[in-house]
């Protein structure tokens, strides 16, 4: 099931971008780019929700809606 998670991401004075999320505990991502960011992100959460949801305690992430706005970041 599709989950939304929300992520930060920071421009560091390196030239890197930084992903965190206050969603998922543990979840930091560090890429060249935002997209590549994102897609390691998208694995981090991936494989911390996987090890989570053993627990009795588990996220409470709301389910994908029929609709909803995302930015979509491109390079020019």
Do not use: C
């Not at 992903?19 to 959460?45: F, H, K, N, P, Y």
């Not at 992430?61 to 909803?68: A, G, R, V």
């Amino acid at each position: 099931m599709e989950r939304i998670i929300n992520i930060h991401i920071e421009k560091l004075p390196e030239g890197f971008y930084l992903a965190t999320s206050d969603d998922v505990q543990g979840l930091v991502a560090q890429g060249r780019t935002v997209v590549e960011t994102m897609e390691i992100a998208r694995d981090v959460a991936r494989r911390l929700l996987e090890a989570q949801s053993g627990r009795k305690k588990s996220l409470k992430l709301p389910p994908l809606k029929k609709s909803f706005d995302l930015q979509l970041v491109v390079a020019n």
